[in-house]
């Protein structure tokens, strides 16, 4: 057997899981009441986050830390920390604030003055305009000087007609002389731009952050309180002390802190900038690169995406060695890890304002992959519609086909990262969330490969914390917290199950935030939705690393421990010059790539890249395609691993390979219909199902040949495994029943319990028809247990017996004859009952609970649909 599954079957796996434990600076029968609540819910870590405390760094705050330090060593649990006093990191505790004004933030803007010639002797006030409310939108604060530090004044001719600027231009930054422009005007009319240093603005919530561009400016926050940590649990590092988790860092250079539309060309919006930036931007764009800078805020072509590429090429390369890269180097030198996640949301992730310019890079120096799910950002069934939620419309194609994937790609493809991937998930989604959507929401991360999780979040604030609820235990408010180390443990195992060995995918798809830069482009989930809806799975792969640490071995394309089939690259009319002379040869190499849309039409800085091009065009290994035909192909080509016999977009599949064992994981997205499909798996011989509820290993019962037959509800996920590993093995014969059933009817006696009383019952009534129970005539303001007790006679076979309760909201846990059946979570609500159940008089208990969202009806759950409450059946028995 192999080991990660015996280590599974025997209670030896690891923790995947490390919650977000909440400090305000509560007293010390709360903190370590708290800590016993994680731990008895089958997690054996936490992630540590002020939220906020009223002491962090202080004394109150070490004493706090002391105690949750000591309940962990004391439990065999892990702990992170949030690297600083509130979200989003880069505060520094305040000690950016203190800081040398050189390490504080640093922006260039951009304003100007239009004019209109012949003019002779004429002057512009810069000193005023740079000072001046002009745009209120931007805030414009003096240097030592009384001005902002001038970089460039360009003057641009204008189109008499529409006004539209033209390729005259005239630098005349040297005819500035104590803050005014001196210029005879030429005749026509002209558009004079000043660029400016501003070591203020952007968002106003993070003015005293550091500089993520500047590596003495992030050194604040590893001075404030990552050598604070380590003095004082130095002993602990690499040990109960697990590491760091930076949370959302990013450049904030938007007015507006989560415009997730900043970039260059955004009109008003100061821009990310630091001491090193000229020296980049000559080495890039030539000795004139500040005649150049004021198309940074232009839409002019070619031209502006040139400049605004080189730009943003620097800062994102800044920033991933400045700040990430500088802070995992720390965290490894000193014996722990360092993880975290930017933002992501609607495809930020290569942009500015809250964004970090380019997903792969700005995580590449930590620990693990990151991500986060958060805000309803991901709902069942809105994959391709949007949905509105508290940020306003999402990309719900972005969130669920190329979010999990930028995550778990970047997890695949970095060696320190070690195959894991982390997903913060469950935050802000309101008390109308449960069990069952959480469940749904982590097997939509399992069967992308996402291994790790942070539960947002266990407060210790007292009931109710109006702070992006749900809460996992919420002052034993929360009628659901008893069954949530049932999740927990079906994270655990499946996680096991999905480290320590290779993924396999058929594809790579390029990521090209690149492109973006410099022109128009094809979002990289385009194609990602296409293979996915067809389960054809890929990786997506950063230029960075297909230009640097890629090679095509027979064919294959190999990044670290993964090789793909073929290379997909969604339209981009520009890409960096090395990756198109990288592509070419790939081709030469026998590598597939297939164009989605059309091949370039340039390179990203403007550099002669025809040949190469012309070389594409032409290329046998070389396929142009249309995204609606892109799956057929590569099918058509052989690369694929899994094949179903009909078309199922809502079916999820993962491949996962260890020495001696092959793991599959299936999941229907679809919230409301079940998938019945016969699919191809590459393996020959027995094919078990492991139930990671259960933890139980049987024979499959429906495949012969590596074919495989799937019948999976909504919420239904399942476990495949075959493999050397597995012989020998003692599995239990799959149920089966004859297809015969029987519909319970009768009176049912409910009974009411909330979460502090549970398990006392109040007797409520009875009914002979199931009802939602929070409909308007029952009880709509009642959150926690509902208890249906009903006897029946039985004169069927007791041998092969499932109970199936159809419709409940949302967890169920049942007794036949006073043994317990089991829990579900989430559907299919059956249950095996063959052994428990008798001929004659038998007695059925169901205890259904609902979430908090009766009773507190709060701002988050007010942007989603309400479901019942109880048991709604049809209950059948089938045998």
Known sequence: MGNRLLEVLEGRGQNYILPFLWQHGEEEKVIREEMARVDEAGIRAVCVEARPHPDFLG???????????????????????????????????????EAPGELHRLFLGERYIDTI?????????????????????????????????????????????????????????????????????????????VISENKDGGSKPQEDYLNPLDRDSVRILLDTVYEAVYARYKADFGK?????????????????????????????????????????????????????????????????????????????????????????AWCRAHGVEYIGHVLEDNNVHARLGPGAGHFFRSLWGQDMSGLDVVLWQIVPGFDELSFRSTSGETDSEFFHYGLAKLGVSLGHIDPKKQGRTMCEVYGAYGWTEGLKLMKWLTDHMLVRGVNYYVP??????????????????????????????HLNHYINRISHLISGGRHMASAAVLYHAEAEWSGE???????????????????????????????????????????YGCLIVPYAEALPAAMIQRLVQFADQGLPVRWVGGLPLRSSEGTDVMAELSCLATHGSVKLTDLDTLAQDLMAEGHVEISVDSYEPYLRSYHYVHDDLDVFMFFNEDPHRTICTNAVLPVQGEIYAYDAFLNRLSRYKDHSAGAVQLVLHPYESII?????????????????????SYELKGEWMISLAKAEQYPHFEEWGSVTDLINMSGPDGLPRFSGTFRYEIE?????????VLLDLGEVYETAEVWLNGEQAGVRICPPYTFEIHGMIRKGTNKLVVEVTNTLVKEQRDFLSSFAQQEPSGLIGPVRFCY
């Not at 010639?117 to 512009?124: D, E, I, N």
């Not at 109006?466 to 180390?485: E, I, L, T």
């Not at 029946?792 to 092969?800: D, L």
Request: with cysteine; hydrophobic share 35%; proline share 7%.
């Open 521 to 563: 482009s094809m979002y990289f989930h385009k194609p990602v939705k296409t293979l996915m809806q067809h389960q054809i799975d890929c990786d997506v792969l950063p230029i960075d690393v297909l230009v640097e640490n890629a090679s095509v071995i027979d064919g294959r394309l190999h990044v670290h421990q993964e090789d």
């Open 792 to 800: 029946f006679e039985w004169n069927e076979s007791t041998k092969q």
């Open 456 to 485: 947002h979040a266990f407060t210790q604030k007292a009931f109710p914390d109006p702070d992006c609820p749900p809460h996992m235990y919420a002052d034993g408010k929360n009628p659901q917290y008893r069954y949530y180390k």
């Open 240 to 328: 109960t002390f697990a590491g760091f988790f930076s949370d959302e860092p990013g450049f904030y250079n938007d007015q507006t802190t989560f415009d997730f539309q900043s970039k260059p060309g955004k009109p008003g919006v100061l821009l990310p900038w630091s001491r090193e930036m000229p020296a980049l931007l000559e080495q890039a764009l030539g000795e004139n690169y500040r005649k150049q800078l004021y198309l940074l805020w232009q839409d002019e072509g070619e031209q502006s995406h040139t400049v605004q590429y080189a730009y943003m090429n620097i800062v994102s390369k800044l920033y991933a060695d400045n700040f990430c890269n500088q802070i995992g």
């Open 59 to 97: 004394p109150k705050w070490w004493a706090d830390m002391d105690i949750i330090m000591d309940e962990a060593r004391k439990r065999g649990m892990k702990v992170w920390l949030l690297d600083d006093d509130h979200f989003p990191t880069g505060h520094a505790a305040g000690g950016v604030k």
């Open 117 to 193: 010639g012949p003019a002779q002797g004429a002057s512009l006030l810069l000193d005023t305009l740079l000072m001046s409310g002009l745009r209120p939108t931007i805030s414009t604060p003096q240097n030592a000087s009384g001005m902002n530090q001038l970089v460039s004044v360009v003057a641009v001719r204008r189109n008499p007609f529409d006004g539209a600027l033209l390729s005259d231009c005239v630098d005349i930054t040297d005819r500035v002389h104590d803050g005014i422009l001196y210029w005879d005007i030429p005749e026509g009319y002209w558009r004079v731009f």
């Open 720 to 740: 495949l495994l075959q493999g050397a590993g597995l012989k020998g093995y003692a599995a239990e014969p799959p149920a089966q029943t004859t297809g015969s």
